[in-house]
């Protein structure tokens, strides 16, 4: 996330940001985004935020004790757990295992054990729609 590299899309504005971009609109580098949304929180991702801080007062925060495991206990209190939880949320993750081919992602149906699942959820008609939706009619 250095210079001139792309580090956001924008959809909504259909604006492209890099690093200077990012630090005009948040206030922060790059790298502190998750911690910032941790705290103002993510409509788009379903997290609150933490009552009481806004853009502005996070960005002061962020500039100074930096990511929030440095924060020091007296700044968010009991709230400092629920704040990690948001970070890991914001945080996009590139260690997860992927595919190899195109094809693993190919759905096959369904498993055996999802009629007994459609059954417990009420849903018996769910089987032969996923029955139907691969091609196994």
């Known amino acids: 996330m250095q210079g001139t590299r792309v580090v956001q899309v924008d959809r909504k504005t259909k604006t492209i940001r890099d690093e200077v971009g990012v630090r005009e609109k948040f206030g922060v580098e790059p790298a502190l985004i998750p911690d910032f949304l941790a705290l103002v929180g993510d409509s788009a991702d379903g997290y609150p935020g933490l009552d009481g801080i806004g853009r502005v007062s996070a960005a002061r925060l962020l500039a100074r004790f930096g990511p929030l495991e440095r924060f020091p206990d007296d ?23 992927t595919f190899d081919d195109v094809d693993d992602l190919r759905w ?19 089987v032969e729609r996923a029955t139907k939706a691969a091609g196994q009619e």
Do not use: I, Q, W
Not at 75 to 97: C, E, I, N, Q
Not at 110 to 126: H, M, N, Y
């Open 108 to 126: 096959t149906g369904a498993t055996e054990t999802f009629a007994a699942f459609c059954e417990k959820v009420s849903e018996p008609r769910l």
């Open 75 to 97: 700044v968010l209190g009991k709230r400092h757990a629920t704040a990690l939880l948001f970070k890991t949320l914001a945080t996009l993750r590139s260690d997860a295992p």
